[in-house]
Every structure is written in C-alpha cells, then in structure tokens.
C-alpha cells in the first residue's frame, strides 16, 4: 500500500491539472480507469483501486478488463464526471489521501480520493460546500452518507512514524508503480484462476472415477451371464420333470457332470420359468457387453482429461487461456439443486439462499433444520440465508461474511451497500401468526452489521455457475 510521500510524488508526476474526462471504465467494484485528455498529453490513462490490500493510483498503459456489470458508484461517476475538467489537485499534507476539483456546465465540485487501510478509505464526491453528493462505500458510523457535510482535515505534522518512497526504478515513479502492482495483480490472478480450474479438475476426474468404479459394479452383477445360460438350457432339456409349485430342481451339467441347483418361481409354469432365465440371461449379457464399452470409453476419458489439464495448468500457459478455462461453464446436463432455494458453496459449507417469500416459506418447511443458521436484513425486505451447520464445526466468520453479503445482495438493501443483519438458529424462529408467507419472528438472534462486498458475491455466484 501507498505512503502518504509516494502518493505526493505521484500526483507530482500525472497531469492531472488541466486534463478533461472522457471515460470511466470499472474493473470491479474497487476498481476503475479514467481516460483523461491534456492539451500537452494529449490522451492518457489513470488507475484507481481504493478499498483493497493493493490500494493504489497510477497512470497507466495497461488496458484492464472491464466489468460486465456496472456498480452503483461508476454509474454516478459516469453521468457526473465526463466531460468534466479538473482545475486544481490539492495533496493532503502527511496523508495518503487528495482532492480534485472539477468543473462541468458552469458547476465546481470536489472529490475526494482517501487511499487509507481499513474503513476510512473511500471516494467522496462534495459540492463546492462539502456536502456529499455520492460516495463509493456509504460508512454510517463516520458520517459519511449521501447529504451530509463532510468534515475535512489536514495533519500538521507526519507523527511518530517516518515515511520514505520505496527503491524504485523505471522512467517514473508512476511506470514502476503500475509495473509493480500489475505484475502482482497477475501472479494473484493466475493464482485465482488456477485454483478454480483444480477444484473443477478435481471434481470432473472424481466424478469420472466415480462412474469407472460404478461400471466395476455392474460387470461384477452380471460377469455370470453364461451360468444364466447354461442354467436356462439345462432346464429347457429337462422341462418335462419340472412342475408348477416347484421353487427348486438340481440337475446334472452334461459338461461337467455337477450338480447344478435351479431357482423357481412356484407360482409360475415350467414354461414361464424357462422364459425368464432366458431373459435374465439375454439382459445381462447385454448390459455386460455395453458396460465394457463404457467403461473403456469412461478410461479413455479419465486419461484424456488428465492430459488436458496437466497441460493447461503448467506454467507457461497464458493468463488469458487461464482465465477462459477458469470462467467457461463446463458442458452437460445442469445439476438440479437438492434445495428450494439457490445453493451456494462456502468454504466447505452449503449456503441456501432464498429469492422470494416462497423460496423462504419453502426453505423453512423442507430444508432448514434445527441447529442450521437463519440469516435476514434487519429493517429490509428479503431472502433468507440458511447455513446448513455441521455436527461438531462452528460456523467460519468468513461464511457468516458470505453468507451476510448474499442476505444483502437478495435485498432492498443491496442499493444502500450496507445493512445491519440478525442470525439465529432456526429452531429458535417462530412463525408469526396470521403472518405473510415465510414471515417468521426470531429469538435469541445476533446482530452483525456488514458493508455489502459485490466482489464475495460475483466469486461466490460464479463458483456455484462453476460447480453445475
């Protein structure tokens, strides 16, 4: 992350001052590009990304991928801030943090870009008043809400702590920053991607093996097709000693001169007896020959796919093609949820997520058990998320996250990006009488507020999509 000197010795190197805005393109929901336009610069770009581990700015000549869907903030930024021309850049003494101030249609506004760890990073759109306009994460507890005045200070001096740039080099200190953190952006991405791509290995050569052991199965029920055959045959040359009644007649093999014990229907006549071994015999054969295509053909497969991947994985395959693999949906029949409701994998646990009050209704009829974990939006109309528990684990914070993040998402308060949230154990709820469907009134609950985290939303989505 940025010190307060490096943000300084950025922005003394970008000519922002002057430059007009052309486009803003968002990579994710931390994330986007602004195309900017200087009489001596002529076209050029600057990254952004506030909110993450990797916060930073830079210029840039990296063309990043752009978001399919696009966020709340980026929609605003887009119909406020192109066209607009930035006048003046004023740094923050000692701090990580600057303001530009822009001018559209004969109107002044501020936005204010804090590149901090933890809550206090965020975008900040103000009047010339400082009163918010709009802001990329709405923060409650600081104040920090659409109409507001914003309160702004400046340090007086670095504290305790001294700060210097890192060794660098390149032509600019902003070349080596987006050298540095793209590079980064990649090893992690093929890190991402090659994760996916072994889970959906793992689980397409288990299901394979799955079948190959199924197959085993089945040729081991049938390998005696012959014996059915012979038995069949040997009734056939004796049927005249057979009657109805009968449930068993040993007869001598000409073959080998053993005993062999036939079993009967006794409420069937010889005839239908016979007809039956005969049919038995014609069905086994039958699936014995198939199954052995099959399971060739599943071996065949398994050491195929194990090729494939191994090459697709190795180290010199491009990020792109990586990426491709890790996104495409793979190819077949869609596996039906076991649930009422969408069900989403969370580190080792099931999530069920209900969309609508029948999907809530249901989920608590048929799939919700007692020590399972019930989520809701407080103060919000919404699905409930189920934790389906496991005996003897307790619930990861990191599910709860997930989970809190999905109750939001399937939310009316998705548009806010925040929501205060209760839990509890389901056996703990109580239908509310004469209540809606699905309206239930909890007891002993938790509380837990959370900021809404699209990008825990898209991954988790997108491995469920993954999965099918």
Partial sequence: MLNWKEVHLLLSELPLKDSYVQKVTEHDFHSFTLSLFSRDEKAWLLYVEIGTPDSHFCRTSTIRRKSEKTQRFCQYLKSRIIGAKICEVVPFPFDRAFILTLQKDGRTFNMLLRFYSGPGANIIVMDEGNRIDELLFRRP?????????????????????????????????????????????????????TERIERRRDRELQDIERRIASFGKRLEMTEDYETEKK?????????????????????DDWETGNRISIGLDASKSPRENLLGLYDRYQKDRKTHELTLKELEGER???????????????????????RKESETVPSGKTRQSRYNGLEIASRGMTLIVGRNSRENDRILRHDARGNDIWMHTRDYSGGYVVI???????????????????????????????????????????????????????????????????ERVRRLIADREENQ
């Avoid at 080099?169 to 920053?177: M, P």
């Fill in 141 to 193: 507890a600081r104040n920090e809400v659409k109409g507001e005045e914003l309160d702004i200070e400046f340090r007086s001096e670095e504290g305790e702590r001294s700060f210097s740039v890192r060794p660098w080099q390149g032509e600019s200190f902003n070349e080596f920053i987006d050298r540095t953190y793209s590079a980064k952006a990649r090893d992690e991405s093929r890190e991402l991607f």
């Fill in 231 to 251: 038995k069949a045959d040997l009734l056939s040359a004796n049927l005249h000693i057979v009657s109805k009644g009968m449930d068993r007649i040993e007869l």
């Fill in 300 to 322: 065949r497969l398994l050491e195929e796919r194990k090729a494939f991947y191994e090459e697709l994985l190795s180290p010199d395959t491009e990020l792109s093609r990586l």
């Fill in 388 to 454: 389906k528990t496991q005996k003897g684990k307790s619930v990861p914070l990191e599910v709860l996250l997930d989970a809190a993040s999905l109750a939001i998402h399937y939310s009316k308060a998705k548009k806010e990006g925040h929501a205060d949230l209760y839990y509890t154990q389901v056996k703990y709820l109580r239908r509310a009488k004469n209540g809606k469907e699905g309206l239930v009134l909890p007891t002993q609950e938790r509380n837990l507020h959370v900021e809404l985290d699209e």
